[in-house]
């Protein structure tokens, strides 16, 4: 049943802990799910914050879940909106968008506690140059799906007989999962492929026992049971395989290695003419920027 464990390779950000899942050499996409960053826990001191400075994506959507605290998003497109917790921020940046992620002044100045996921979702081909837009959906707006000791939230696509409001570009599911020790579930079927990752407590899938940190890869064939033995927060995640290769770096994710070098260009380029009448701008109210890595 199980194809593959990935345990989350921790990087510490200043004091504050990110863990990657994928991609990894053994699974570079799970469905179009291309990337996976588990932030935080994290809590920051009066006057501190996460600041990350404007970059660029292209070829892809970015999809912000927050379990507690809230951030704060500028785009290129005018977008300026505060994420908090249940909350989706679904931005597709298709041949080019730079954005922003920071805290914002009033949790900024009180303090705050800040843990959620960061996943990317690569393009169908035909849509990786789509014109770039940005769509928030409360938590209110999200389907609430519940069976015994379990409760669901259906972020993106489908599952359970329920459709998540966010407009996507491929089949896909996404959920955010809170199962009480003792209950018992099955994992969604209808997708090709399928992942569990394990936020906090303890499950087991296929007789095996999964803590926190461990994403596993199943099988496409099999009916999958989950047994939650300890209390536990999960993501499910998956979809359809996208036909073709997807290649990555840095923040751009293209079928094509020449759109790749574009990209790096027009980055580059845009930064040396100040961002003026250049292919990439900064959004608004912002003057910083993140150099393009060696």
């Known amino acids: 049943m199980i194809e593959l464990t990935i345990s989350g390779r921790a990087k510490?950000?200043?004091?504050?802990?990110?863990?990657?899942?994928?991609?990894?050499?053994?699974?570079r996409l799970v469905?179009?799910?291309?990337?996976?960053?588990?932030?935080?826990?994290?809590?920051?001191e009066p006057g501190?914050?996460?600041d990350v400075r404007p970059h660029p994506h292209i070829g892809l959507a970015t999809v912000t879940y927050l379990f507690d605290g809230e951030m704060d998003h500028r785009d290129t497109i005018g977008?300026?909106?505060?994420?908090?917790?249940?909350d989706v921020n679904w931005m597709t940046a298709g041949r080019g968008i730079v954005h922003s992620e920071r805290t914002g002044e009033a949790a900024r100045a009180a303090g705050h506690h800040?843990?959620?996921?960061?996943?990317w979702v690569a393009l169908p081909?035909?849509?990786?140059?789509?014109?770039?837009?940005?769509?928030?959906?409360?938590?209110?707006?999200?389907p609430e799906i519940e069976r015994d000791g379990v409760r669901m939230r259906l972020i993106l696509g489908e599952a359970y007989g329920e459709t998540s409001p966010v407009k996507v570009f491929s089949p896909i599911f996404y959920l955010h999962v809170e199962s009480d020790a003792g209950s018992i579930f099955k994992l969604t079927d209808e997708h090709e492929e399928r992942a569990v990752y394990v936020v906090s407590g303890e499950v087991e899938i296929d007789g095996l026992l999964f803590g926190e940190g461990e994403m596993i890869v199943l099988d496409n064939e099999a009916s999958i049971g989950i047994r939650t033995v300890k209390d536990a927060v999960l993501m499910l995640c998956g979809g359809?395989?996208?036909?073709?290769?997807?290649?990555?770096?840095w923040n751009f994710v293209s079928s094509r290695k020449d759109r790749i070098e574009q990209a790096k260009h027009d980055w580059q380029s845009s930064a040396d003419a100040g961002f003026e009448n250049s292919v990439f701008a900064l959004p608004s109210d912002e003057s910083e920027h993140i150099p393009l890595p060696d």
């Open 48 to 50: 501190k914050g996460i």
């Open 114 to 119: 800040l843990h959620g996921i960061q996943t």
């Open 31 to 44: 469905g179009p799910f291309i990337f996976f960053d588990h932030m935080g826990p994290a809590t920051f």
């Open 125 to 142: 081909v035909e849509h990786e140059e789509a014109e770039p837009s940005f769509h928030h959906h409360t938590a209110t707006e999200l």
């Open 12 to 27: 510490d950000l200043g004091g504050f802990s990110v863990r990657r899942l994928i991609p990894v050499a053994k699974k």
């Open 79 to 86: 977008i300026h909106q505060t994420i908090r917790p249940g």
């Open 240 to 249: 359809a395989s996208l036909p073709g290769e997807r290649h990555i770096f």
